[in-house]
């Protein structure tokens, strides 16, 4: 049923039958199955190879990315612990996180700036100033104008408070509606 032209399998010329029978050529250690209908198996193993290929590919693509993001939110992380050298050891990953979510860098400075704005602009026992003080100085760095969003902030925590028990966490959700909104 299947003849071949020359030594390699995919010149080889097909007769027309009725049956379906496969056969076999083997080309340095590859495996050509030739049927009877003309189909050629190889160009799909070969295509599976490609895709193969292109996984492998992708793969170290990402593996280089979050080798990047790693050592961005190790850089993330021991910025936060210099500029909060008495914070919370659980709120550092949090707060790196933060930055490398928006793909950022931490800047001490600007976190320091933020930290005493939001001494200056609450009480001796706000909750503000409590253990969420780190997280709220770092959301705060990360916007332009931070000193309208912590008004803004303290607003939206005002309207909270007459509905909501007062906590920790409260301050928390009142800086979500002013940091999604539009500048």
């Given amino acids: 049923l299947v003849e071949f032209k020359s030594c390699f399998p ?5 007769k027309k039958s009725a049956f379906f029978i496969p056969t076999a050529a083997f080309e340095n250690n590859r495996e050509w199955f030739i049927f009877s209908s003309g189909f050629l198996w190889y ?4 295509a599976c190879k490609s895709r193969l290929d292109k996984q492998k590919i992708r793969r170290k693509n990402m593996k280089a990315s979050v080798q990047t993001l790693c050592e961005q939110f190790i850089q993330n992380r021991d ?26 860098t931490a800047d001490g400075e600007k976190i320091n700036r ?17 253990n969420i003080q780190m997280a709220l100085a770092c959301m705060l760095s990360m916007e332009q104008g931070p000193e309208e969003k912590l008004d803004k902030a303290l607003a939206c925590y005002d309207l909270l408070k007459k509905e909501f028990m007062v906590s ?3 301050p928390l959700a009142a800086f979500m509606p002013p940091m999604s909104a539009a500048p």
């Fill in 10 to 14: 995919h010149q080889a010329l097909l």
């Fill in 43 to 46: 160009n799909q193993l070969t």
């Fill in 79 to 104: 910025t936060i612990k210099e500029t909060f050298k008495m914070g919370s050891m659980y709120l550092y990953p949090v707060c790196a996180n933060l930055f490398c979510s928006k793909g950022m």
């Fill in 114 to 130: 933020c930290r005493e704005l939001i001494k200056e602009k609450t009480g001796v026992f706000s909750s503000f100033r409590g």
């Fill in 168 to 170: 920790d966490y409260l």
